[in-house]
C-alpha cells in the first residue's frame, strides 16, 4: 500500500507526540506516587515512634495495655491502625478500628524490630487492600520489652493515581487527536507548492503547453521555494530551446521548399517543352544544377550543425594557422572577382584542433566578406600572433550589416539582406557554423560593422604555444600579385 507523503509526516509526528506525552505521564506519575509514599512512611514514623516513646515512658508505671488504652486513640488519627505484641507475639493493644482482625507481621520484620531497628514494609489488608506498616521495638532499660506496629490502608492514594493517569490519559488521546489534525494541515500548508508543481507538470504532460508555470503566491527563499523556481527556470529552458527547435524545423521546411519548387518547375517546363530553344534550355538547366548545389551545401551544412548539436567531438591536433591562412587566401582569389583581396601579416601560430572545421570557419569568413562586397571593394585578411592568441581578422568595405540584424547574424538561417543572400546561393548557415567552430576551440569571435562602410569579422583563438617560431616567408607568388 502507498501511502501519501503528508499522511506518513502526520503518523511520524502523532506518533513521535505519543511517544513523549506518554514518558511525561510516566514519569510524572511515578514522581507523584514517590513523593505520596514518602509523605506516608514519614507520618507514619513519627506516629509510631510517638506511640514506642509513649510505652517507654510509662512502662515503669503500669501495664502498656492500660497506657495505650488511655492515649493512643486520643493521639492517632483513626485511619490509623495499631498493634502491639510483646516477645511471645501475644497481642498486648490492638486499636479499635481493627476490631478482631490483626497486621500480618512477617518474620523476618519482626526479628529486626526484636533486635532494635525499625522499617516499613507493605502488606496485603481485608478484600482488596493494601496497608503500609511502620514498625519499631519498644526499649526500656536496655531491652526491647514490645513491638509497635501502625499500618494504614492505601485504597485512597492508590485510587487517586489511578484517577490521575487515567484523566491524564484522555487528555492525551485530545491531543493527540489535535496534534494529527494540526499536523496533517500543516504538512498539507507545506506540501502544496509540491502539489501544484506536480499539477502543473501534469498539465503540461496532458496538453503539451510549455508556457505554464508553477504559481508562486509569494516569493520565498526556502527549499520549497528554490524548488519551485528551479523547475519553473527549467520550464522557461525548456519551452525555449522546443521554440527555437519548433522554428528551425520551420526554417529547414522552408528554405528547401524553395529550390525544390524551382526544380519541379524546371523539370516539368523541360518536359512539356521539347522544342525549347537550346540557349533557354542551357539557362534552365544552369538554374536548376545552382538550386541543386545549393540543396547540396545547406543538407550538408545542416548535417554538420546537427552533429554539433549532438556533440560532435573535434579532433585535437596541431594546426598551423598560418599554413591555413594561405590555402584559403590562395583559393578565395580565384573567386575575388573584381574585388581587391588582400593579405595583410601572416604571424607563425599554431592552436591545437580540427584543421577542417577551421579551414571551413576561415572560408565561410572569406566568402561572406567576397559576397556582401561590390566590385571594386577591398577585402583585407590577416593572422597576428598576441600573447598566447591568435587573432584572424577579415575585413571588407562592403555594404556592412545594419545595427539591428548584428545580435543576429550568427543564428541559423538569419539573413540581413535575403535577396542577395539567396541570389548568391547562400544558406544562411555560414555563421551559425563560424561560430560554432569558435567555440568548441575555446575562441571568442567579434563584429564591427557600419551601413555602407564595411564589415570586421574578428576570431581570436588560443594558442597551442605562445608566438615564437620564425615567420615563413610569404610565398613569391602571394606576395608579387599585390
Ligand atoms: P549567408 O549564407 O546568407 O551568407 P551567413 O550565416 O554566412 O549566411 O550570414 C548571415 C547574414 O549575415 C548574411 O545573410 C548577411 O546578411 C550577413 N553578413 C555576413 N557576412 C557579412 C559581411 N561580410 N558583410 C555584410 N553582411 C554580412
Redesign the pocket.
Known amino acids: 500500500m502507498t501511502m501519501s507523503f503528508r499522511l506518513r509526516l502526520t503518523l511520524w509526528y502523532t506518533a513521535l507526540l505519543a511517544v513523549l506525552l506518554l514518558l511525561i505521564v510516566v514519569v510524572a506519575s511515578s514522581l507523584v506516587r514517590a513523593s505520596v509514599m514518602q509523605d506516608i512512611d514519614n507520618n507514619l514514623k513519627r506516629q509510631g515512634d510517638q506511640i514506642a516513646r509513649l510505652l517507654q515512658t510509662g512502662a515503669p508505671r503500669g501495664a502498656l495495655a492500660d497506657i495505650l488504652a488511655a492515649r493512643a486513640e486520643e493521639v492517632l488519627p483513626p485511619d490509623v491502625y495499631i498493634i502491639v505484641r510483646d516477645r511471645d507475639r501475644r497481642l498486648i493493644y490492638r486499636s479499635e478500628n481493627l476490631a478482631n482482625r490483626l497486621i500480618v507481621f512477617p518474620e523476618l520484620y519482626r526479628e529486626q524490630a526484636w533486635q532494635g531497628r525499625s522499617g516499613f514494609y507493605t502488606t496485603a489488608f481485608g478484600q482488596p487492600g493494601e496497608m503500609r506498616v511502620y514498625f519499631a521495638p519498644v526499649v526500656f532499660g536496655g531491652e526491647t520489652i514490645a513491638t509497635v506496629q501502625v499500618g494504614r490502608l492505601l485504597t485512597g492514594e492508590r485510587t487517586l493515581l489511578r484517577r490521575l493517569v487515567g484523566n491524564l490519559m484522555w487528555i492525551i488521546l485530545v491531543a493527540l487527536g489535535l496534534g494529527a489534525a494540526v499536523g496533517y494541515w500543516l504538512a498539507g500548508v507545506a506540501l502544496r507548492p509540491i502539489q501544484e508543481a506536480t499539477a502543473t507538470a501534469l498539465e503540461i504532460t496532458r496538453t503539451g503547453r510549455l508556457d505554464r508555470r508553477v504559481p508562486i503566491a509569494r516569493p520565498r527563499n526556502d527549499e520549497i521555494g528554490t524548488l519551485v523556481n528551479t523547475f519553473n527556470e527549467m520550464l522557461a529552458r525548456l519551452q525555449e530551446l522546443f521554440e527555437k527547435q519548433r522554428r528551425f524545423s520551420a526554417d529547414v521546411s522552408h528554405e528547401l521548399r524553395t529550390p525544390l519548387t524551382t526544380l519541379l518547375g524546371n523539370i516539368a517546363l523541360l518536359k512539356r517543352w521539347e522544342a525549347l530553344p537550346a540557349a533557354e534550355r542551357a539557362d534552365m538547366l544552369a538554374e536548376m544544377e545552382t538550386e541543386a548545389e545549393r540543396m547540396r551545401r545547406m543538407v550538408s551544412d545542416l548535417l554538420l550543425l546537427s552533429q554539433a548539436d549532438a556533440g560532435l567531438v573535434l579532433a585535437r591536433e596541431r594546426v598551423e594557422l598560418d599554413t591555413l591562412v594561405l590555402e584559403v587566401y590562395r583559393q578565395a582569389r580565384r573567386r575575388a572577382e573584381g574585388r581587391e583581396l588582400v593579405l595583410m601579416e601572416v604571424d607563425p601560430a599554431t592552436v591545437l584542433g580540427d584543421a577542417e572545421r577551421l579551414r571551413q570557419m576561415l572560408v ?1 569568413l572569406v566568402n ?2 567576397i ?2 562586397t561590390p566590385a571594386g571593394g577591398r577585402i583585407e585578411l590577416s593572422l597576428k600572433c598576441l600573447g598566447n592568441q591568435a587573432q584572424i581578422t577579415v575585413s ?1 568595405t ?4 545594419a545595427a539591428e540584424d548584428l545580435p543576429y ?1 550568427f543564428d541559423r538561417f ?4 535575403k535577396a542577395r ?1 539567396r541570389a548568391a546561393g ?7 557554423i563560424v561560430k560554432w567552430v569558435v567555440d568548441a576551440h575555446w575562441g571568442e569571435i567579434d563584429v564591427q560593422s557600419q551601413v555602407g562602410q564595411g ?1 570586421t569579422f574578428r576570431v581570436r583563438l588560443p594558442l597551442a604555444e605562445p608566438c615564437t617560431r620564425a615567420a615563413t616567408p610569404l610565398p613569391a607568388e602571394l606576395t608579387a600579385a599585390d
Open positions: 565561410n561572406n566578406a559576397q556582401y571588407d562592403g555594404q556592412g550589416i547574424i538569419y539573413r540581413a539582406d543572400s547562400g544558406t544562411g548557415l555560414g555563421l551559425s564589415s
